[in-house]
């Protein structure tokens, strides 16, 4: 018998089989969609967490007053945005800052001295009222050095200049405040207020909610900053490859300078971009893995279900394969055909399977972009053709293999007991 005539006969038992089977490709159905929405949904919120964090910089460490006691090196936290609810925060310890104590000129002029450092920037941050065509909103002002700024960050530019030696009363801002803040757009070269000062607009990045003025400006117009103060000091290496060495020497310099002599006093930390999405991308597949292994139970139930549907399959058309033996068909026949017939039950179980994963992929992520803080990184999901086509080979393979059993019994049954069964 040919290969053709197995699949018609094969398809023809699938489009007239019973409810049972339809049932049992709706557990194939369930266990692949949900494989399908975890695996899409894991990998673009790792996509999403490398992007924020790859955003900061792998090669720009971040020192900031106060200790987080965590675990391993490189722990901390680093806020972006400045003090105030417009900030956003990572985390990579295990608890709260203690010892909150300011970092100084003293502390930048030690890390400038430490192998693999190339540039040390001491910022101030806060937030101000600013005014434009009679418009005001509350907003994170960040003080930088205007020498170092351009070299050090990884912001990129929409238009107009970086900050640079000679400007005072000058401004960047950060993209979504031209866009989003004030949505009839802050023009270049435009006058705007903070606090009562007037700054000119020299520069506007491509994202970003924060404003980056001078330091020593910043100074005059932000609220309780010290004279000779830094929030966080921004900290370039050279080789991102060492950064945790780094980190480690850093935290003992600093520590030296400042008079710590046991860890547990420590007042500052030190964020290592590097060593975070480390962190967060083995909890991240650790999660991936146990919810996959969760939505594979649904699979089993349903392999469970194909080889029980054969299995009486069997039974039903006990005649009709004695019939078929008694014309010429011979073991391998028969075998092929309830072959195929499991693998297509698996097949179109895959292919519902598939379309309802990127529905629940597609309904997650409409969920995560309206809702804040974390779920935000659940916003971007990842649907890859090799996904897909993962997801059909595998259901495919889960049909073949539970209906082995009953194809191969189907196939040894005698032509004479096959016609003389009830």
Do not use: C
């Not at 002002?141 to 020498?147: I, K």
């Not at 912001?155 to 009839?184: H, I, K, P, W, Y």
Request: aromatic share 6%; proline share 2%.
């Amino acid at each position: 018998m040919r290969l053709k005539k197995s699949f018609q006969l094969a398809l023809n038992m699938l489009l007239h089989s019973k409810l049972r089977s339809w049932l049992t490709i709706i557990g194939i159905v369930i266990g692949i969609a949900a494989v399908v929405s975890i695996v899409s949904i894991s990998q673009g919120a790792q996509q999403s967490l490398q992007d924020q964090l790859g955003g900061l910089g792998a090669d720009i460490l971040t020192v900031s007053p106060g200790f987080s006691r965590a675990q391993g090196v490189g722990g901390g936290f680093v806020r972006i945005g400045g003090r105030g609810e417009g900030g956003a925060e990572f985390f990579s310890g295990s608890s709260s800052s203690t010892n909150q104590k300011n970092l100084t000129a003293k502390d930048v002029l030690v890390l400038k001295n430490i192998n693999n450092v190339v540039y040390v920037m001491g910022t101030v941050s806060g937030r101000a009222d600013l005014t434009y065509s009679s418009k005001t909103a509350s907003l994170s002002v960040t003080g930088v050095d205007v020498s170092i700024w351009k070299k050090i960050t990884t912001d990129e530019l929409a238009s107009g200049r970086f900050l640079t030696q000679g400007d005072s009363f000058s401004v960047v801002l950060g993209g979504n405040v031209v866009s989003s803040t004030f949505q009839g757009g802050i023009p270049l070269n435009s006058k705007v207020i903070i606090e009562g000062k007037s700054f000119k607009v020299v520069g506007i990045l491509e994202s970003g909610s924060g404003v980056y003025i001078p330091i020593d400006i910043a100074r005059t117009v932000l609220e309780d900053v010290g004279e000779n103060e830094f929030d966080s000091i921004s900290v370039k290496i050279n080789d991102v490859s060492i950064s945790n060495d780094t980190v480690a020497l850093i935290t003992k310099k600093l520590m030296l300078s400042r008079g710590i002599l046991d860890e547990k006093n420590k007042d500052f930390s030190v964020m290592n971009p590097t060593a975070m999405q480390q962190t967060m991308q083995q909890t991240m597949s650790t999660m991936t893995l146990f919810l996959t292994a969760i939505a594979a139970i649904s699979l089993l139930v349903g392999a469970v279900g194909i080889a029980n549907t054969m299995f009486t399959s069997v039974l039903e058309k006990t005649k009709e394969i004695g019939i078929l033996k008694a014309i010429g068909a011979k073991n391998r026949d028969i075998l092929a055909i309830f072959l195929i017939n499991s693998a297509l039950i698996g097949l179109v179980g895959g292919i519902g399977g598939a379309i309802f994963g990127i529905f629940g992929s597609a309904l997650v992520s409409d969920l995560g972009s309206t809702g804040g803080g974390m779920t935000r990184m659940f916003a971007n999901t990842a649907i890859t053709p090799q996904l897909l086509i993962f997801a059909l080979f595998f259901s495919v393979i889960i049909g073949m293999i539970a209906g082995v059993i009953p194809a191969y019994n189907a196939s040894k049954l005698k032509p004479v007991d096959a016609l003389r069964y009830e």
